[in-house]
């Protein structure tokens, strides 16, 4: 036998039940059937408790250590469930119909409430999986009688009726919807209960005062407000409120905020500019200003430069005569010379190309001396009747005037005659057919 947290409810009250292990283990979905102090109903199985749990759970029965509870009635916030039976496929069927059966009871309630003329606003409703019982739960700024109300609905319904005024934080709670992050609400999916949450906590955790963005669905502070607000609070023990202010001659600073990953404080200096004053340094921050002299902040303790690497290109390796890489060629003029490896090595065949105003390779060419100095004056010599490598220009097309073909050719008196076969302006007149072999006149 083990103890269990679970909801009930569409505002997700929160209840403790013993099921067995041999059952515990055939729970689909985490639902289960159960009979509380409203009737006979769909639970859904949270987790298992400890002894420790259990007695925190049981602990908060009053509605002030939640801000607002989950109902204004004075009922404790966890109560006590008997497991009845795990559900089968007809009780998700009556599951079903009775959802469908809410929207048409939730639009009768409003035209009931719209008669009355109740200061009243119809969140939702609930019908229990027996039918015995129809929860209508509302919100109201003021206190409503609305007695006449429930005499007509029971009227309508033959079933009991129950009305349950709410919070607007258990408003969001029933209804749903997306936050600002784009998640789901925590308190509709997630969230057992709301912790009580004021704008000191907004303060100490350096989050600007913005109401959009502080705000939930509800119009009130978000609940996340107090998911880290434990971190800021041991953070700013023993150290000056956020906003106050340190008198000095030079004028007054003002902290601001704290970094939590620094571990220090950042106040305005009065000369403008913030300036980061670590937590254990800030008595001696303090004296310092309020004497009038001026305080520096430390500076972060400075490592040696990282050794430099540089990289250097490696020098070609020596050409061995054993290297059977080829030797390496200069071109200069247009010829191709190759480079000898030692003073007797002997120069190895090469293909010339044929180069304009050269040699032709089939013919003969004269033996060129051995002294190195006349290599240099052939060279010079033969260089005018060599051409150059370099690639000629594109000729640039000719300006020609534009031809206009069967041009009109002048007269001698100066004007354009017609040319032959183009129509004058002026219409001719038809000559008469001749039979043929007439002269003409």
């Not at 963005?213 to 956020?242: D, N, Q, T």
């Not at 905020?257 to 670590?278: E, F, N, W, Y």
């Not at 150059?388 to 005037?401: A, C, F, I």
Request: hydrophobic share 30%.
């Amino acid at each position: 036998m083990g103890r269990y947290l679970a909801t009930y409810g569409k505002p997700r009250f929160l209840g403790i039940l013993d099921i067995d292990d041999e059952t515990a283990g055939g729970i689909k979905n985490g639902f289960v059937i159960v009979t509380s102090h409203r009737g006979e109903e769909f639970a859904e199985v949270v987790g298992a408790l400890d002894e420790r749990q259990e007695k925190d759970y049981r602990s908060m029965r009053s509605v002030s250590e939640h801000g607002e509870g989950p109902l204004h009635g004075g009922e404790p916030v966890v109560t006590d469930l008997t497991f009845s039976r795990l559900p089968a496929d007809m009780d998700f069927d009556i599951q079903s119909e009775h959802t469908l059966q809410e929207d048409e009871n939730l639009h009768v309630a409003h035209e009931l409430a719209a008669y009355h003329k109740l200061a009243l606003k119809l969140i939702d409703d609930e019908l229990m999986l027996d039918g015995r019982k129809l929860f209508f739960y509302f919100t109201s700024d003021q206190r409503v009688d609305f007695r006449q109300l429930v005499k007509d609905l029971a009227r309508r319904f033959h079933t009991r009726i129950e009305l349950r005024q709410m919070g607007v934080r258990d408003e969001a709670r029933i209804i749903k919807g997306l936050s600002s992050c784009g998640l789901p609400c925590c308190c509709s999916y997630w969230l057992n209960q709301f912790a009580p949450i004021g704008i000191k906590m907004v303060k100490e955790q350096n989050i600007a005062l913005n109401p959009p963005k502080i705000s939930g669905i509800c119009g009130r502070l978000m609940c996340c407000m107090a998911f880290e607000h434990k971190v800021y609070h041991e953070a700013w023990s023993g150290m000056p409120s956020p906003g106050s202010k340190i008198k000095t001659p030079r004028g007054n600073y003002i902290v601001q905020s704290i970094d939590i990953a620094k571990d220090a404080l950042r106040c305005h200096c009065p000369t403008g500019g913030d300036i980061c004053v670590p937590k254990a340094m800030f008595e001696e921050f303090k004296q310092a200003v309020s004497d009038g002299n001026e305080w520096t902040p430390p500076q972060p303790p400075q490592t040696d430069e990282p050794e430099t690497i540089h990289f250097t290109r490696a020098e070609p390796t020596d050409r061995s005569p054993g290297n059977h890489h080829a030797p390496k060629t200069e071109h200069s003029g247009g010829e191709r010379h190759e480079q000898s490896d030692g003073e007797g090595s002997q120069r190895r065949p090469g293909r010339r190309r044929h180069k304009r105003g050269g040699a032709k390779p089939n013919q003969p060419q004269a033996a060129q001396p051995q002294n190195a100095g006349s290599r240099t004056d052939d060279r010079a010599r033969d260089a005018p009747a060599q051409r150059s490598r370099v690639p000629d220009k594109p000729k640039q097309p000719e300006h020609r005037p534009n031809i206009i073909k069967n041009a009109a050719p002048q007269s001698a008196s100066g004007t354009l005659a017609a040319p032959q076969g183009a129509k004058s302006g002026r219409r001719r007149k038809k000559r008469p057919n001749r039979p043929p072999g007439e002269a003409k006149p």
